[in-house]
């Protein structure tokens, strides 16, 4: 079955720092794939999304996203952290061939330091 | 107002006891979906429904119940509540097209305890 992996449950970073967060997938084809943000006491709330359009997808605060297919990769970036980033952090994906949900990874915190 | 909502927002219940949790949306969308998150485990897929016909089990379902009692309308319900039911419930809705399900909207999460 299709699968996500968040690598690293928490991830720490400087305010003003590069912010990388990885996510691999499993597919068979390219899928649709999403990326999630969740700030504490609230839902989830979509941040971008590839729809098999352009491989380096643009989200809101700042966030943007490449899809790379021979790494089956799509990781999360922000040029700058800010302290109202720190939040979880889900990738999710969604694959016709294999099943007719979205998967979910398990989840990066984000942790901001001053 | 928000498109996705859920009642209650909060519920302390005791061990045995039948609760429902509900979920209501106003995006007009076909598809809902019930997860559970639990901390270091991410979002669990509970049950979910392409249409007010159609019901379909996610990964966790034993212990739970649905209905769709309208487009809008999607509940949730543990029969006999046990305390590892304590966590996080959230509903969501989406579009989709055939196989696919598109990007998905939630609510605000209803958190449950089971003492």
């Known amino acids: 079955a299709q699968s996500v992996t968040q690598l690293g449950s928490h991830v720490s970073v400087s305010e003003g720092a590069l912010v990388l967060l990885r996510c691999n997938y499993s597919?068979?084809?390219?899928?649709?794939l999403f990326w999630y943000v969740q700030y504490p006491n609230q839902g989830l709330q979509l941040l971008l999304k590839?729809?098999?359009?352009?491989?380096l997808v643009k989200g809101i605060n700042g966030f943007e996203a490449e899809f790379k297919k021979s790494e089956t990769s799509f990781h999360l970036t922000k040029p700058s952290a800010h302290m109202s980033d720190a939040a979880e952090y889900f990738c999710?994906?969604?694959?016709?061939?294999?099943?007719?949900?979205?998967?979910f990874g398990k989840g990066t915190r984000l942790h901001i330091l001053p | 107002d928000a498109d996705v909502t859920q009642t209650p927002r909060n519920r302390i219940t005791k061990t045995g006891k039948r609760i429902m949790l509900e979920c209501s949306q106003t995006?007009?969308?076909?598809?809902m979906y019930w997860y559970r998150q639990d901390p270091g485990l991410g979002l669990r897929l509970i049950y979910y429904?392409?249409?007010?016909?159609?019901?379909n089990k996610g990964e966790i379902s034993d212990g739970y119940s649905v209905s769709r009692q309208a487009q809008a309308k999607f509940s949730l319900s543990l029969e006999s509540a046990i305390p590892n039911q304590t966590a996080l419930y959230f509903c969501?809705?989406?579009?989709?097209?055939?196989?696919?399900?598109?990007?998905?909207?939630f609510g605000p999460g209803t958190r449950l305890t089971v003492t």
């Open positions: 429904s392409f249409d007010v016909k159609d019901i």
């Open positions: 969501a809705t989406s579009e989709g097209k055939g196989m696919w399900s598109y990007e998905q909207y």
């Open positions: 999710a994906v969604s694959d016709q061939n294999r099943d007719d949900k979205i998967i």
């Open positions: 995006k007009g969308h076909d598809r």
């Open positions: 590839y729809t098999s359009a352009a491989t």
């Open positions: 597919s068979s084809v390219p899928p649709y």
